[in-house]
């Protein structure tokens, strides 16, 4: 079994639709986050957290919402859909002590807004 | 001016060539610093990181660090088919949190 899994991997939805993308980690990490990805564009941080307590807005957090439940559950959502959401997301995990902080990368939630 | 810049590419080389990948990252804070490899629909893969000045080697790659400059840098020695994929630059920026650029896609033409 993956240490990050996300689900769903793939999802079809429609404008102004409620969706969640989940993510799961064996891992232990204290750190989680959600990234987007767009074709030429990396990947960008939409929100992560520390720990349980703490969740901080990366660069482009507008129109999503993040639930840290548990250390091992971090739950990205999108309150309305919108066609421009549709991406590549990507849940990662680091761990929360020194600066070396490596991601190990769930396997990815395609999602389409149509 | 982005946190962290990679040339989108592509950057097209011969097998068995040098492929040489440049990263700018505009924090000065950062502490430590990371390249992923990804294919294309698959999630990005660490090949290696570093945190030091100089230069660091890991089989056929070699990360370089100059942190006067802001520029990391990964050599890929001997270039095989298989090592075309985009290239990540990530930097352990300000607050911790990891910041990547938009990658660069290398081609290896046989």
């Known amino acids: 079994d993956a240490d990050v899994t996300q689900t769903p991997r793939n999802r079809i939805t429609k404008t102004g639709k409620r969706i969640m993308l989940e993510c799961s980690q064996t891992k232990g990490h204290d750190r989680m986050y959600w990234y987007r990805q767009d074709p030429g564009l990396g990947l960008r941080l939409i929100y992560y957290s520390f720990d349980v307590k703490d969740i901080n807005k990366g660069e482009i957090s507008d129109g999503y919402s993040v639930s840290r439940q548990a250390q091992a559950k971090f739950s990205l959502s999108l309150e309305s859909a919108i066609p421009n959401q549709t991406a590549l997301y990507f849940c990662?995990?680091?761990?929360?002590?020194?600066?070396?902080?490596?991601?190990?990368f769930g396997q990815g939630t395609r999602l389409t807004v149509v | 001016q982005k946190e962290v810049e990679q040339n989108s590419g592509p950057l097209s080389v011969p097998e068995g060539a040098i492929a040489s990948l440049n990263c700018t990252y505009s924090d000065r804070g950062s502490q430590s610093f990371f390249w992923y490899r990804q294919y294309s629909g698959k999630s990005p893969e660490l090949i290696m990181f570093i945190y030091s000045n100089g230069d660091k080697e890991d089989g056929r790659f070699t990360a370089q660090l100059n942190k006067a400059s802001q520029y990391v840098s990964l050599l890929i020695r001997d270039s095989q088919p298989s090592d075309s994929a985009t290239y990540l630059c990530a930097v352990n920026a300000a607050g911790n949190k990891l910041t990547f650029g938009g990658g660069t896609r290398v081609l290896v033409k046989p």
């Open positions: 990662a995990t680091s761990e929360g002590q020194g600066a070396i902080t490596e991601a190990f």
